[in-house]
T-cell receptor
């Protein structure tokens, strides 16, 4: 079957580091995406991993282990504006390569 | 910048009405998608289209149909709206099968009463 699992909620302090984990099972695999979604808004693209390892983009980094079906999103130097939902999505292989989303992790950043 | 535009941001419809949700993208993308998003369930794929007049069912197609007559436009149709279709509907597009990024529209909040 196809399944994406991530924690429902997390809380962290401004200035700290937080890691949001995601495990996935898909029929074929063609990449792992992270999106950020503020309340009432559309998801916006954060990162994409297709090979094992860490991809760094400013304060945000994303890691992938294909053998373990595991990814994480690392947010450093947290800011209040980082309070949002973070969606993990895995892309299946094949010509159409549809994106399967997890439920999302709601991150609350406190002062 | 890629722009995905959904025609209606907020709609209220009555049970049994036919509802059209329109989506237009301006980047000549081959792939277009319709998702719905519900609390605790995340984004679920309703239908997707990988080319004009081509469509495939997603995970929850029941009660919905789609139309893709032109490359830039992908319409979601609720033939007879029901209260359990009250949700936020998100349209998205992506460049071909090698394109990485999927771009979302702003979402359409549909309430069926």
């Amino acid at each position: 079957g196809q399944n994406i699992d991530q924690p429902t909620e997390m809380t962290a302090t401004e200035g700290a580091i937080v890691q949001i984990n995601c495990t996935y099972q898909t029929s074929g695999f063609n990449g792992l995406f992270w999106y950020q979604q503020h309340a009432g808004e559309a998801p916006t693209f954060l990162s994409y991993n297709v090979l094992d390892g860490l991809e760094e983009k400013g304060r945000f980094s994303s890691f992938l282990s294909r053998s373990k079906g595991y990814s994480y999103l690392l947010l450093k130097e947290l800011q209040m504006k980082d309070s949002a939902s973070y969606l993990c999505a895995a892309r299946s292989s094949g010509n159409t390569g549809k994106l399967i989303f997890g439920q999302g992790t709601t991150l609350q950043v406190k002062p | 910048d890629v722009k995905v535009t959904q025609s209606s941001r907020y709609l209220v419809k009555r049970t049994g009405e036919k509802v059209f949700l329109e989506c237009v993208q301006d980047m000549d993308h081959e792939n277009m998608f319709w998702y719905r998003q519900d609390p605790g369930l995340g984004l679920r794929l309703i239908y997707f289209s990988y080319d004009v007049k081509m469509k495939e069912k997603g995970d929850i197609p029941e009660g919905y149909s789609v139309s893709r007559e032109k490359k830039e436009r992908f319409s979601l149709i609720l033939e007879s709206a029901s209260t359990n279709q009250t949700s936020m509907y998100l349209c998205a597009s992506r460049a071909g099968t090698s394109g990485n990024t999927i771009y979302f529209g702003e979402g359409s909040w549909l309430t069926v009463v």
